[in-house]
């Protein structure tokens, strides 16, 4: 299988804190993607990184990628009880195909 | 928000019924996606399209069959529904961005319960 896999699986922190969920992945790829998904909803794009960068910034949003270990991580500080939703990687490797990780629940307590 | 719609969004069937799920877009992407969540395994391609009446299969395609006979329409056909087929659906669009794509934009899904 080329699905990625999401690190915790599950994460409940207090309001204020940091999130950081990983995300490891099985083949070469153009690029990493993560999404936010709300109970009941579709996914959300949140933040693109290119297979040629390393470090990546979006509002309270970093997310870092590493090809030699095949792995990413999505921080999100100084999170918000409507930060809480699932969070999923999902995997471009130019066959017009994305590969979904199984995702990361966040659960925010205010 | 992208311009994609799911209908129906909720269905009830029964085991051996055909059902048709209907995915439309107005943002004239080239790239449709059908997926299905269940939990404890994300989502899962199904079947995608990479152009009117191009289609291919996915990871879990078997049951499904698909349709586009124009650019904003893909549909998914289960030709004779089984509780295995019980999840929610998402249908998903992108387009060619050089050797790439662009994000894909979802729909909010279809729940189907097959009984």
């Known amino acids: 299988s080329q699905q990625g896999e999401e690190d915790p699986q599950a994460l409940s922190i207090q309001e204020g804190e940091n999130a950081t969920m990983n995300c490891s992945y099985k083949?070469?790829?153009?690029?990493l993607q993560w999404y936010r998904q709300n109970s009941g909803r579709g996914l959300v794009h949140l933040i693109l990184?290119?297979?040629?960068?390393r470090e990546k910034h979006s509002g309270r949003l970093r997310v870092t990628l590493d090809t030699s270990k095949k792995s990413s991580s999505l921080l999100i500080t100084a999170s918000r009880a409507a930060d809480t939703a699932s969070y999923f990687c999902?995997?471009?490797?130019?066959?017009?195909?994305?590969?979904f990780g199984t995702g990361t629940r966040l659960k925010v307590l205010a | 928000d992208a311009g994609i719609t799911q209908s129906p969004r909720h269905k009830v069937t029964e085991t051996g019924t055909p059902v048709t799920l209907r995915c439309h877009q107005t943002?004239?992407?080239?790239?449709m996606y059908w997926y299905r969540q269940d939990p404890g395994h994300g989502l899962r391609l199904i079947h995608y399209s990479y152009g009117v009446k191009d289609t291919d299969k996915g990871e879990v395609s078997d049951g499904y069959s698909v349709s586009r006979s124009k650019t904003e329409d893909f549909l998914l056909t289960l030709e004779s529904a089984t509780s295995s087929q019980t999840s929610v659906y998402f249908c998903a669009i992108s387009d060619q961005q050089g050797r790439g794509h662009t994000p894909q934009h979802f729909g909010d899904g279809t729940r189907l319960s097959i009984l």
């Open positions: 083949t070469s790829i153009n690029n």
């Open positions: 999902a995997t471009d490797a130019g066959t017009y195909k994305y590969i």
């Open positions: 990184i290119r297979s040629n960068e």
């Open positions: 943002e004239n992407h080239r790239y």
